[in-house]
């Protein structure tokens, strides 16, 4: 996600989640509906014989394998119904009576046999999901006749079982709680003809009369995103990494040079970074353009990014010549470059969002506002010598040689150490709810970036940049804890004084 230090986030609509009890003949194993919404405290799993479970191994995973999702779009009434089968693989040394669910809400189905360990299943959730009207990452935005529907954080996938214990913690604005496993996702997706369906993995589609089935393929990813518009058409690129970046711009007139700066930084960040950190997993990149609340300007999916559109109200009112005044088109290329990171640091290398956030935010700030302008892309020179044209009080640290960035850098680094409150200490390495809205912005994302922009100044730009190679080989479509991290920093002699200064002993 990117996210800005001042924001306002508006209230919540709860979503409508009905789960209802189903018998799945092939498996013979039947969920129930709990529909009770949890609270922030984690809940302890028993084992058959009632008592608490002691510590598994973390090798031992409770995974979602496979996704079946046979689903229908209502844009009449704003649901989303259908069937979601959920192959699961008990791998961990817990009988597990219930499962538990997220988005968008968190629910615990009973299973109506036990699953033993070291076993297999299958369930079946049936869901009928009414979708807020909302400029946010699970809503719709409506204008006329021209809907986009976002459809993330709404689908329900199980839940992190670790240490005998889920997780369930839920999505809630301006943060995020998607912790997940690799899985593999078939979904059918029945929408109106004249929608297109843009979603996480590869689409194919079908048109029957007035309506249109996408079906859509992902493998190996820990999360699905979907977006449905009326109104959106795509415009591809071939990177030289073999990766197709689809740009998908919703129906403006005079976005043309905004849409083609969205392209160009995509192309130019997705190759930078696999020459930098190794081969992005995928085939595919799209990156999609959408509508966050306010002071959210992207958000990260596997395979897919959503770029969230300036005031469009406004906008549409505004000539091109006037667009071109008011757009900041190097901040888009950065908003770009930051969700394209998280495809490295986030999709690829999973870590959890809620408890340990400052490792893919403060990655993703280091790649947007240091990695980014230092390579100098076409993209992002092409975007600070438009806006210098078009506001000249404009400036941009990256305009510069290397020894200014690296000045101008250090002030940075060094005002925000002014900013800190005296005996502040592991400030960027807490769980995101312990922070208050700019408080989060403030230490996990920019403290984040200053203390990877640290850590690159005393291992040196090489070694830096090798320590964060092998992370990400290491943990290539894998999890990694923040204590790993560190281990892996040591290991490269990373010093212990900024390490505990920034994240504690
Ligand atoms: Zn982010």
């Not at 299958?122 to 204008?143: A, L, M, T, W």
């Not at 999709?347 to 100098?376: H, I, K, M, R, S």
Request: hydrophobic content about 35%; aromatic content about 12%.
């Amino acid at each position: 996600m990117k996210n800005f230090s001042k924001t306002h986030f508006i209230a919540i609509i709860s979503a409508v989640i009905i789960f209802t009890a189903v018998i799945l003949a092939v498996a013979k194993t039947s969920v129930f509906s709990d529909d009770s919404d949890l609270s922030d405290q984690p809940a302890t799993e028993k084992n058959s014989s009632g008592d608490s479970v002691d510590s598994p191994s973390v090798d031992q995973q409770l995974l979602a394998e496979h996704y079946d999702m046979k689903l229908k779009l209502d844009t009449e009434k704003n649901v989303l119904s259908g069937t979601v089968t959920i192959d699961l693989n008990n791998q961990t040394e817990d009988t597990l009576t219930q499962i538990c669910l997220k988005n968008p809400s968190v629910s615990f189905l009973k299973l109506e046999q036990p699953l033993a360990p070291r076993s297999q299943t299958q369930v079946q959730v049936p869901c009928s999901i009414k979708i807020p009207r909302k400029n946010d990452r699970f809503g719709y935005h409506k204008e006329g006749g021209r809907k986009t529907y976002q459809l993330t954080f709404c689908l329900p996938t199980l839940s992190m079982y670790e240490q005998g214990k889920w997780d369930t913690h839920p999505n809630k604005p301006g943060r995020e709680a998607n912790f997940s496993r690799i899985s593999d996702y078939d979904i059918e997706l029945d929408a109106p003809a004249d929608y297109t369906v843009v979603a996480s993995g590869t689409e194919n589609r079908s048109v029957q009369g007035d309506r249109a089935v996408t079906c859509i393929s992902a493998r190996s990813m820990r999360d699905m995103a979907i977006i449905a518009s009326n109104y959106i058409a795509p415009e591809t690129i071939q990177t030289e990494d073999g990766v197709s970046i689809r740009c998908w711009n919703l129906d403006y007139k005079g976005f043309e040079e905004y849409d083609q700066f969205s392209l160009e930084a995509a192309r130019d960040s997705m190759h930078l970074f696999s020459e930098t950190f190794g081969k992005y997993p995928y085939e595919e990149l799209d990156v999609v353009q959408g509508f966050l609340p306010d002071g959210i300007n992207g958000m990260e999916y596997p395979g897919l990014v959503i770029i969230s559109l300036p005031d469009v109200k406004n906008l549409q009112k505004m000539s091109a010549k006037k667009i071109r005044k008011q757009a900041f088109f190097s901040d888009l290329c950065c908003t770009v470059a930051h969700e394209a990171a998280h495809q490295w640091f986030c999709v690829t290398v999973g870590n959890d969002p809620f408890q340990e956030p400052w490792l893919d935010e403060g990655l993703a700030e280091y790649c947007e506002d240091v990695l980014y302008p230092q390579a100098q892309t076409d993209s992002l020179k092409k975007a600070i010598k438009t806006d210098k044209k078009n506001n000249p009080y404009f400036s941009f640290p990256s305009g510069w040689n290397k020894k200014e960035f690296q000045n101008y850098m250090e002030q940075m680094v060094q005002s925000y150490a002014n900013q800190l409150t005296e005996g502040d200490s592991n400030y960027i390495s807490k769980p995101c709810s312990e922070y208050g809205e700019e408080a989060y912005s403030f230490y996990v994302y920019e403290g984040g970036k200053y203390f990877f922009y640290e850590l690159e100044q005393a291992l040196g730009s090489k070694a830096f940049l090798s320590l964060l190679k092998e992370y990400y080989q290491k943990f290539y479509l894998k999890e990694a804890t923040g204590q790993e991290f560190v281990a892996l920093m040591k290991q490269h002699g990373a010093p212990d004084s900024l390490i505990e200064r920034y994240i504690g002993g």
